[in-house]
């Protein structure tokens, strides 16, 4: 499967890394040449320097032949805009997007992008642990 990753911050370097462990063919694209050193020694996929929201840095990354494509910069609007280039104009099947808003979830899964938000699912962890641990104590305050 072919895979590109727009930004090489944490989760893109730790997803990278992995896919390419699975034996994906991944390339990932960063503004900043330092962030590629993230990416684990073994690292076999590609790197491309430039902006993930430029169409020619997405053509030279091999977005054209990608089956997938993930973007998770640090910015909702660069992640939504690399997401809506590579849905629309080069037509990927499979477009994931990290958004940190959650007021822009809804709107932009309506689009047809899949949409992972940390704040939504940081925030559901936090109520289910939160839940768990209160029943506990609930429990052992009754005994």
Do not use: H
């Not at 280039?85 to 959650?102: E, S, W």
């Amino acid at each position: 499967m072919n895979i590109v990753i727009v930004g090489c911050g944490r989760v893109g370097a730790t997803l990278a890394s992995q896919l390419s462990k699975r034996g994906e063919n991944v390339t990932i694209i960063d503004q900043d040449d330092d962030s590629f050193r993230r990416l684990e020694p073994d690292f076999q996929g590609q790197t491309q320097l430039g902006d993930g929201t430029d169409i020619d840095v997405l053509r030279r990354s091999g977005l054209a032949a990608a089956d997938v494509f993930i973007a998770v910069t640090n910015g909702d609007n660069r992640n939504i805009m690399a997401a809506q280039i590579a849905q629309i104009i080069f037509n990927i099947p499979t477009v994931v997007c990290r958004i940190y808003d959650p007021k822009r979830e809804e709107i932009y899964r309506k689009l047809g992008l899949t949409i992972i938000s940390p704040t939504t699912i940081g925030a559901g962890a936090i109520l289910e642990k939160l839940d768990e641990k209160t029943r506990q104590n609930v429990a052992q305050a009754r005994r």
